[in-house]
């Protein structure tokens, strides 16, 4: 599922504090969710996190503390593959994820690698990772 969707950025999440400082956030610490919905291209995205709401890859997402990497599509790789991404969740149409939060959840655990941070420059072609869902998943290239 998570797998087919063209990704151009990888999210890359250490508990470590990247982000403007929990002072400057009002307390709160940074997360990789907040990473995620700070860029601007990055709105379905953002969207689907909210959607999800306290679902497992929602809470890894939104958890300050977490060692994850996350394979985050774009607005525009949603654009380009939102219809296929729709058919392997179940849904009629793609626009459903916003109102399906176990669909949106589902969305997420696929797109999360946990206990993992995994430096771009250790993709390789061919490797293999096992996402939050168990299921394994294999890096190629364009």
Known sequence: MASSLPLCLLVLWLGLQVAPSAAQRG????T???AICSDPDFKTLCRIIKTAGDGQGAT?????????????????????????????????????IFTT????DRLLRGLIIPNAALL???????????????????????
Do not use: H
């Open 27 to 30: 307390g709160k610490s940074a």
């Open 32 to 34: 990789p969710a907040d």
């Open 60 to 96: 890894l997402l939104q958890d300050p503390n977490a060692i994850i990497t996350v394979f985050a599509p774009t607005d525009e790789a949603f654009g380009k593959d939102g219809k296929n991404a729709a058919r392997k969740l179940k849904l009629k149409d793609f626009n459903d």
């Open 101 to 104: 939060p176990t669909a949106a």
């Open 120 to 142: 771009a420059k250790a993709l390789q072609s061919g490797n293999k990772y096992k996402n939050d869902l168990g299921q394994n998943l294999e890096y190629s290239t364009a």
